[in-house]
């Protein structure tokens, strides 16, 4: 018989929450704009794509982290 898995109670901010919170939220709110935002920039090869993926992609992730993280502190219990 496996061992029983213990639950947790974390202090403060759930983390895991967090993290899963802001990838959901990430690509929800952050391929839309990377699709908009793409359709008026020229990008003719896949190196370029790449980059200018990362280089919108990147600023929508830290922004909405930040955002998920503040919502979590004050909210939580």
Same mark, same amino acid.
């Given at each position: ?25 990430? &690509?929800? @709110? =952050? +391929? !839309?704009?990377?699709? #908009?935002? /793409? ?14 993926? &990362?280089? @919108? =992609? +990147? !600023?929508?992730?830290? #922004?909405? /982290? ?12």
């Amino acid at each position: 018989m496996p061992e029983r898995v213990e639950t947790t109670t974390p202090d403060g901010v759930d983390y895991g929450w967090v993290m899963q919170t802001t990838f959901v939220a990430t &690509i929800l @709110v =952050g +391929a !839309p704009l990377v699709a #908009v935002l /793409s359709a008026t920039t020229p990008l003719p090869t896949w190196a370029d794509r790449v980059e200018f993926a &990362i280089r @919108v =992609g +990147a !600023p929508v992730w830290l #922004v909405t /982290s930040i955002v998920v993280f503040a919502y979590a502190r004050r909210n939580q219990t």
